[in-house]
């Protein structure tokens, strides 16, 4: 074939390969966030849609702002936070790549806390994590009276799309989770973390430092991070 | 290489990519969890990326492979034409949601990447195919 074809051949290529990556593109940036504010607690799954999750982390790699959320899934606080100020966040800052949120999970509260956490970290090896949480969170019981049971985390599970909950289940007590546990610990512990619901932010990369919030709305963040949005 | 030899190349590496597009979108619309040694598949599966213009990409790569496959049946200058151009294509969008995965998903579907080799072993046969005509 003449080297006209072979150009022709390899122009069409570059141009189909640039319109797919512009649709993708496109798609993964310029997409209708979804309506957060009519969101009810346990609406995550439509919430957090398309959106990367790998272990306790949600948001994209290279978001220019790192935040960490310390929370214990058996506290008040925590929940009304996730219910009220965490639809925002994710639909104002971690879907459009500014922040990516790091769940630093803690068992504070006692025994149940534990159980929650664990299958809260293992369904994250499943990209799972926040889901969980959420439901958790709306179906938080008594606190240490035994309301994490088996059915009740094969409920939440259940309710939880793709997650495969006997794997999740067989992997509470796994090597990852320890570690995730361990390291959640390390860190309240060298930034000083005495209560939950508790953030640290730093630009990515950079040296975490706590963040006080003035609110369980998402304005009693929103500024911090804007802050560093800005740096 | 003969043009057959590459027709047979290409045939069998269209089948294989065919195959694994087809059990990523059979595990996309039955809502199946995939067998996954990276541990990232459904990560990489449910995030923004897997969606083209509101298309699953495993439905595309699909048709892209049975249109390859197609063009390996034909020794014609148009089926060696679209052929590289599929091909080629494909390998550089291919390259971009390798990039995606690595640097923004964090995760790494190891049926994405078995398809990433087969497309861009497909570009390099369908590429020659351009030659022996």
């Known amino acids: 074939m003449s080297r006209r074809t072979y150009a022709a051949v390899g122009g069409v290529a570059l141009i189909v390969a640039a319109a797919l990556i512009a649709a993708s593109v496109i798609g993964t940036r310029g997409g209708e966030p979804a309506q957060a504010d009519q969101l009810s607690p346990n609406d995550a799954p439509a919430l957090l849609q398309g959106i990367p999750q790998t272990g306790p982390a949600l948001g994209r790699r290279d978001a220019p702002v790192t935040l960490v959320e310390f929370a214990d899934p058996q506290c008040p606080y925590c929940a009304q936070w996730s219910g009220q100020a965490f639809p925002e966040l994710v639909r104002d800052y971690v879907r459009p790549g500014k922040v990516r949120i790091i769940f630093a999970g803690l068992a504070f509260i006692g025994p149940d806390s534990d159980e929650a956490l664990r299958f809260a970290l293992a369904a994250g090896r499943q990209g799972k994590l926040w889901q969980v949480m959420d439901l958790l969170y709306a179906n938080q019981g008594a606190e240490n009276s035994g309301w994490v049971s088996q059915d009740v985390l094969r409920e939440v599970g259940d309710a939880v799309p793709g997650l495969d909950v006997e794997r999740a289940l067989r992997e509470t007590q796994s090597q990852e989770v320890e570690s995730q546990l361990a390291a959640a610990k390390d860190l309240q512990a060298r930034l000083g973390v005495r209560s939950t619901p508790a953030f640290a932010a730093s630009r990515a990369g950079g040296q975490l430092a706590p963040v006080q919030v003035t609110s369980l709305d998402a304005g009693g963040i929103t500024p911090s991070l804007d802050r560093l949005l800005a740096r | ?133």
């Not at chain 2, 030899?5 to 995939?34: E, P, Q």
Request: proline fraction near 1%.
């Open chain 2, 1 to 133: 290489m003969t043009d057959r030899r590459l027709r047979l190349a290409v045939g069998i590496l269209s089948a294989a990519g065919a195959a694994v597009a087809g059990y990523l979108t059979y595990a996309r619309y039955t809502d199946t969890t995939l067998v996954c040694a990276t541990g990232g598949c459904e990560t990489v599966q449910r995030s923004d990326y897997a969606l083209l213009a509101g298309i699953p990409v495993a439905v595309l790569g699909l048709g892209a492979y049975l249109i390859l496959l197609g063009t390996a049946l034909s020794a014609s200058e148009l089926a060696r034409v679209v052929g590289a151009v599929v091909a080629v294509s494909g390998t550089l969008f291919a390259a971009y949601l390798l990039y995606a995965q690595i640097v923004v998903i964090d995760a790494v579907c190891q049926w994405c990447v078995a398809s990433d080799v087969l497309i861009a072993l497909l570009a390099v046969g369908c590429s020659l195919r351009l030659r022996s005509g």
